[in-house]
């Protein structure tokens, strides 16, 4: 079996998440700063999952994106939408 090297990371979107904050790519040597990093409660609030396969995270952060956005709305999102929100979120600041 190969070494384990990386894991997908899949949480909870928020109305104005980017499909990258709820699923990516993440080194299984630095898994221990996302650990300490985050507490206990926020892992279980964001209901964080590890995977080792993207399609598997890819297909639960679809799921998980579309009950909050409505069906087809995951194959909908494109680059150019995601852009406008960080700006939208840049211009709050």
Known sequence: M????QVW???NPTKDSLRQEIVHEWPVDRL??????TTVET?????????TDEASATKDAKKR???????GSWDKTDATQEVRTIIQRAERL
Do not use: D, F, Q, S
Request: charged share 30%; hydrophobic share 40%.
């Open 43 to 51: 892992w279980r609030a964001e209901n964080t999952k590890l995977y």
């Open 65 to 71: 994106w579309e009950k909050m956005h409505g069906k």
């Open 9 to 11: 990371l899949v949480r």
């Open 2 to 5: 190969a070494e384990l090297t």
């Open 32 to 37: 221990p700063t996302l650990i300490i990093g």
